[in-house]
């Protein structure tokens, strides 16, 4: 079997263990009213100025979305890419990282950083993770 197959067989099998874990969850939810055109609004980018009020299940929902992503993108370029992204830097500066953790540090950013509330979640994450674990990692 060839690199690129095993790649999507991997991937394959990764969102099929993710959607077989998310359909239970989903069922275990009470029903959401039906959406009307009137109630639909435009959900903004979020940023400090949403993340204090946000709910701790709409903060890990967040940041799992973004690890998520992150790591079907690493599952499929894979390590030392030709075409390296940033993904593989937050993949590794993240490993062993907890999303309560990750929570934890951008809590504590919003909140000792009050006039930074429009800085975007992920910019936090990257400056106060990613960034200082990459500096840290060429000095040694």
Known sequence: MNKLTLKKVSLSLSLVAGLAVWAPAQAAEPAAPPVSAKSIKELPFPSGKEWPTATEREKMAYLLGI??????????????????????????????????????????????????????????????????????????
């Open 67 to 140: 690890l998520n992503m992150a790591l079907v993108e690493y599952q499929v370029i894979g390590p030392n890419s030709e075409n390296p992204s940033i993904v593989e830097k937050l993949v590794k500066a993240l490993k062993g990282v907890t999303l309560r953790q990750i929570m934890g540090t951008v809590d504590a950013y919003y909140q000792a950083n009050p006039d930074q509330q429009q800085r975007p979640i992920l910019e936090v994450i990257w400056f106060e993770m990613v960034e200082p674990g990459e500096t840290a990692s060429t000095k040694n």
